[in-house]
């Protein structure tokens, strides 16, 4: 990222009022909800320079930012393909066969998780829960959830992200 990190002007409103929430020097409050703006504007993850970029937007130190980023596994520090499988993997989803998926999802992408397919469509991630344990094994693609996930429900998923038939927001 050589260029010069700024939010489009209509992001930076956008940024102004999420700020505008928080008490006058509770600025850094605002952190979690501008890092999901900085990622989205910034190609789909926070590279150090828009981190740094934020920080200085809430007049706090980068390490800060960092803290927050590199702890949550909704931010990516590295970029990412265009379809983000977020596949949970703890307890009710494990029991209830996401180790499979997670297989499934690793033979047919031929990637491992955290890696992203050659042409840049897929990366596959596993992480913590996301809340929804009775429709296990699940797994977040952008906004959505898509719950009591099979083989062939992954299968058909990836399909529709190839056809561009898939919202992710």
């Known amino acids: 990222m050589s260029e010069t990190i700024a939010f489009r002007p209509e992001t930076m409103q956008q ?11 509770k600025q850094k409050s605002a952190l979690i909800p501008l890092l999901h703006v900085a990622q989205k504007e910034f190609d789909g993850w ?13 007049n706090i130190q980068p390490i800060e930012v960092y803290e927050v980023a590199t702890f949550y596994t909704m931010f990516n520090m590295k970029p990412v393909g265009k379809f983000v499988l977020e596949v949970c993997q703890t307890g009710p ?16 992408l031929n990637i491992k998780v955290g890696e992203t397919t050659a042409d840049g469509l897929f990366t596959l991630k596993t992480v913590e829960c996301l809340g929804a344990c009775g429709y296990a094994p699940m797994m977040q693609l952008g906004d959505f959830y898509h719950e009591h996930l099979t083989n062939e429900k992954v299968t058909e998923i990836i399909a529709l992200c190839r056809e561009g038939q898939l919202a992710l927001d």
């Open 15 to 25: 940024v102004n009022k999420i700020i505008a929430r928080y008490p006058e020097g």
């Open 46 to 58: 926070l590279a150090v320079p828009v981190m740094d970029y934020v920080a200085e937007i809430l």
């Open 93 to 108: 989803c494990m029991l209830n066969g996401s180790d499979a998926i997670i297989n499934h999802i690793r033979e047919t």
